[in-house]
């Protein structure tokens, strides 16, 4: 079974130094990618509200306050939220601070909200459901997998600690559907799915997924749930993709990601799924690819300014922002946003 990020040791050489520098610190080097061809080139801070933004352009925003990765992030009413993660000093961070990216890059500011009732560490994501934010388990603060549920309610700025996971679960991933939570939990052989319905509090187990799928990232596509890489359980790198259609309760390959970035943090925004940054070959990345489902392929995009990995992806008003992550020996507050 695949160790905590606080004793992991990968198998492959290249691996091996993204686990040490996640875990401890150590050096990992980062080594820039190329533009993407004809891509535009990533601008830097400038005073323009997103209506304002170029096509397939990042724009550097305001650092979150709070540097760290292992993080989570979801939006409320255009309002972006970072959640828990760990800080440089290798300690869970229970903290959320919430952005607000609707003014100029000179009036954004972020906000320091109640903290979650428990630091938590690679939660397996975080949704946004009527107005509430479900963060399923996590690592605590020994660095064992958690199967808690926390509820954050943005209007009364309060937490409610809901019924708890089958399953301990870290490094997965969650989605929104019908008005219900998934949440993917990496397993050995393959990975749980479970179905929270908020109305009863009660969780329901669905077929579980394909092998692998730690630091994984999820999406909803009409209606249906595709799920990407970025490790499997033995700890090499996965590029593999699949989607469930909670219809059939059944999963179905798709198009591998082009890349092995472990790591990644991603979205869905107008019907596409998006992967940026992670780390291959012992590289930080700085990697942006979109994938189809009606072509069933990825699509090579403008790269982020930043190359890092462990970040987390949210998306506002179809702008999509890369928050946080690891650029060893740098854990990062970074912040930058990307027009489709």
């Known amino acids: 079974m695949l160790r905590s990020p606080t004793s992991l040791t990968l198998g492959l050489a290249s691996l091996a130094l993204l686990a040490m520098a996640a875990c401890t610190g150590d050096s990992l080097t980062t080594q820039p990618d190329a533009a993407a061809p004809g891509a535009a080139s990533p601008v830097a801070p400038v005073d323009l509200a997103p209506a304002d933004y170029l096509a397939n352009t990042w724009y550097t925003k305001d650092n979150m306050p709070t540097p760290r990765r292992g993080l989570v992030t979801a939006s409320v009413n255009g309002i972006i939220y970072a959640i828990g993660g760990r800080s440089g000093s290798e300690v869970n961070v229970g903290k959320v601070e919430a952005y ?12 320091t909200k109640k903290p979650l009732p428990s630091p938590r560490a690679w939660p397996s994501g975080a949704e946004a459901i009527n107005g509430k934010i479900y963060v399923p388990g996590g690592l605590n603060t020994d660095g064992n997998p958690t199967k808690s549920l926390f509820v954050y309610n943005p209007a009364t700025d309060t937490w409610v600690k809901k019924a708890s996971l089958p399953v301990a ?3 997965g991933a969650s989605v929104a559907l019908n008005g219900k939570l998934w949440v993917v939990t990496p397993g050995p052989n ?26 994984a990232v ?25 989607m469930y259609d909670p219809s059939t309760n059944a999963w179905t390959p798709k ?18 799924l998006y992967l940026a940054g992670g780390f291959e070959d012992g590289y930080a990345r700085m990697g942006l690819y979109a994938y189809n489902p009606a072509t069933n392929q990825w699509v ?20 999509l922002y890369a928050l946080g992550g690891l650029a060893a020996p740098n854990v990062l507050g970074t912040n930058q946003a990307y027009t489709p």
């Open 169 to 171: 679960s870290w490094g």
């Open 190 to 215: 393959s990975s749980y799915l479970h179905r929270y319905d908020p109305s009863t509090d009660t969780w329901t187990a669905k077929a579980q997924g394909p092998k692998g799928h730690y630091y």
């Open 100 to 111: 607000n990216p609707q003014g100029t890059i000179l009036s954004s500011k972020w906000s």
């Open 255 to 272: 198009a591998q990601f082009p890349r092995q970035q472990v790591g990644a943090g991603g979205r869905v925004i107008g019907g596409k």
């Open 218 to 242: 999820a999406g909803v596509i009409d209606g249906k749930i595709y799920l990407a890489g970025t490790m499997n359980a033995d700890e090499t790198p996965s590029k593999d993709v699949a």
């Open 300 to 319: 090579e995009k403008q790269h982020m300014p930043t190359a890092r990995g462990l970040l987390s992806a949210a998306a506002s008003n179809g702008v």
